[in-house]
């Protein structure tokens, strides 16, 4: 990917087609709250998942996606398939923050690293994003 923007935007593209691995969903791009701004949040029937784009900096990429679990309960970095399996050695960081790891492979979403999803500590943040996803 040439840029952040284009990661972004490829992955929007493939939710809206409805090929995804959480199946058909809202969507929310550039989300800001008080603690910042998520790329993409995306809702399903049952789950808020908040997603965080890099192209290098995986690391910044965690610390972004971990400040989103206070909203979603789901919370990943998407990255370049090289890098994101990269971040991948690094698993037990990512397990310990509860934060995934997906990226984009042959045209498909592909989850790397699943997060256990567990309950946002601020769900009026939830609601607000829940709001003003679009499907």
């Known amino acids: ?21 959480w199946g058909e969903v809202g ?9 910042g701004k998520t ?3 995306i809702t399903t029937d049952n789950s808020t998942i908040a997603i965080e784009a890099k192209l ?28 994101a ?8 960081e990512f397990e310990v923050r509860g934060v995934g790891i997906c990226c984009i492979v042959g045209g498909q979403i592909k989850i790397l690293f699943t997060p256990n999803p567990s309950p946002p500590l601020e769900p009026w943040i939830t609601a607000q994003a829940r709001s003003l996803a679009s499907v």
């Open 27 to 35: 969507i929310v791009q550039e989300f800001f709250y008080a603690r």
């Open 85 to 92: 399996n990269f971040a991948l050695k690094f698993m037990n």
């Open 56 to 83: 290098i900096d995986w690391r910044k990429a965690l610390d972004q996606a971990y400040r989103n679990t206070c909203f979603a309960e789901e919370s990943y970095i998407l990255m370049p398939e090289p890098k």
């Open 39 to 41: 790329d993409v949040v």
């Open 1 to 21: 990917m040439s840029s952040e923007a284009t990661l972004v935007a490829t992955f929007v593209d493939l939710l809206r087609s409805g090929e995804t691995p």
